[in-house]
């Protein structure tokens, strides 16, 4: 049998905007109140304000690096950019094995 979302379309984008809010932040989201958590323009609003954070924090490599630091991933355009990336993230997984052990 096929599952079928029977949720309305306010309660998927409450849905998406918490855990999206999380992601970003490490918190749920407290602040809205009961007319903002039930508009779901208001609630597309707030997940396109934080795709245009996420934008912003991407605008040097550095930024792009503590992105990678915090979990995301966050390809790179130019070759230069991936291959250092790339050597990055093997140190940050040397560094977790040693801490956490091979499981990490």
Not at 1 to 19: G, K
Request: hydrophobic share 35%.
């Amino acid at each position: 049998m096929d599952y079928v979302d029977t949720r309305t379309q306010v309660e998927v984008l409450q849905d998406l905007f918490s855990d999206f809010h999380k992601d970003v932040h490490g918190f749920r989201p407290r602040f809205p109140t009961s007319e903002q958590w039930n508009s779901a323009e208001w609630l597309q609003q707030q997940i396109d304000q934080l795709h245009q954070y996420l934008e912003l924090r991407k605008a040097t490599f550095a930024q792009r690096e503590q992105l990678r630091e915090e979990g995301w991933h966050i390809p790179e355009d130019c070759a230069m950019c991936a291959a250092y990336a790339f050597y990055l993230e093997g140190i940050r997984e040397t560094e977790r094995k040693e801490l956490y052990g091979e499981y990490a």
